[in-house]
């Protein structure tokens, strides 16, 4: 698990020493060989054999649901920022911040819930933290912004309380997406995991879709922006029920046969991550990445929607109010094809190229910044 560094306590050095492979069912078949010795095969259970148990399957799931739920969330005021901006009267800076809030506060949260899910409940740090988005979310969507207070923008205290509000839910979401990963990676191993993990990243383009669409269509069929906000939460009670009820946490480290395991100081933990470039250039990456997807996500449906504005009406190709819709299933679309095409493409060169993944992450992301400045170039 990329998040965590774990030690074998002594009796698995001992077996380790004694040249015996890992046996994550604890059960040894013994088996001649030709030379007349003994030999030992181990039968790994479920993550080694392929078969995926149903409670598995549940669990897995669960985890790709609240992921999806989880985005939507994320981009819901994405669809009708510029209601939300009308509402508080706030300038684009002011709306920028609403989101980097959320940024800030995941950030600072998720190295502190990675810590504690490598000593604690999974499920219940999980469940807390979806419940919490949950309940801001909802607080959020009942917030607005009073006459008397429109004319200060930056003094305005209506938006501070919204801002808090959307800071909350980051906190609650950095709980989430920082363990559940975690949780399928102790449950299979090798291509199975590839498989499993592929799927639970699905969510993420698809749910961002979905929260362009739900949080605009929603609040145009009610009549306000409010009303965007309170699809996820009503989602969300429902993913806590299933996580508490259905989800199952696997002991740290079991798909590999490392059942008995002890997490070193979280001091321990930061050096050896410090060390590991691969881990270190990849989180550069990804950040540059999330800076660029984040802005476009943010801000693209308002640039399009604006840059249709300068358009006479009968040139227009969609109408501005379709924006967001569109984007939306765009952005499915977009996760629809590429992450299982990612995954198939990774599954079959990795076995005749070991340093396929990498190779293959950095053409999509040139392949997308290509077309994303043609887009930008030749848009009116």
């Avoid at 015996?20 to 078949?29: C, E, G, I, R």
Wanted: hydrophobic share 45%; with cysteine; net charge neutral.
């Amino acid at each position: 698990m990329p998040a965590q560094q774990l030690t074998e306590r002594s009796k698995d050095r001992i077996v380790g020493n004694m040249g015996l492979p890992p046996n994550s069912s604890q059960v040894a078949l013994m088996k001649k060989v030709d030379d007349g010795g003994l030999d030992v095969e181990f039968k790994g259970g479920n993550a080694t054999s392929g078969h995926v148990t149903t409670r598995q399957w549940i669990t897995v799931g669960v985890l790709v649901y609240v992921n999806l739920i989880n985005y939507m969330d994320r981009l819901t005021i994405a669809g009708i920022l510029d209601d939300v901006k009308k509402e508080f009267n706030a300038n684009n800076a002011m709306g920028g911040l609403l989101q980097t809030a959320f940024i800030v506060s995941y950030m600072i949260f998720a190295p502190l819930f990675g810590y504690l899910g490598d000593r604690y409940s999974r499920k219940a740090i999980m469940a807390a933290g979806v419940f919490l988005w949950s309940i801001f979310t909802l607080i959020g969507s009942f917030m607005s912004g009073r006459p008397e207070h429109l004319e200060k923008q930056w003094g305005n205290p209506d938006f501070w309380a919204f801002l808090g509000c959307r800071a909350m839910v980051g906190i609650g979401e950095a709980s989430y997406s920082t363990i559940a990963p975690t949780i399928i990676s102790d449950m299979f191993v090798k291509d199975m995991r590839s498989k499993m993990l592929a799927l639970f990243y699905f969510a993420i383009p698809v749910g961002s879709g979905l929260g362009y669409i739900v949080g605009s269509e929603t609040a145009k069929a009610f009549g306000h922006w409010q009303w965007g906000l309170r699809a996820t939460p009503v989602a969300g009670i429902i993913a806590v029920v299933l996580i508490l009820v259905f989800l199952m946490d696997p002991p740290r480290g079991e798909s590999e046969g490392h059942q008995d395991m002890q997490a070193q100081t979280y001091k321990e933990d930061i050096v050896s991550l410090a060390k590991n470039k691969s881990f270190v250039f990849s989180t550069l990456a990804f950040t540059c990445v999330t800076f660029c997807t984040g802005a476009l996500s943010w801000w693209g449906p308002i640039y399009i929607a604006d840059g249709l504005k300068t358009m006479k009406e009968e040139d227009r190709g969609i109408a501005v109010e379709s924006v967001p819709f569109i984007f939306g299933a765009v952005t499915m679309m977009s996760g629809i094809v590429g992450v299982p095409l990612g995954m198939i493409l990774s599954t079959r060169l990795k076995a005749k190229y070991p340093r396929a993944d990498p190779v293959i992450c950095a053409c999509g992301i040139l392949t997308s910044a290509l077309f994303l400045t043609i887009g930008m170039i030749l848009c009116n």
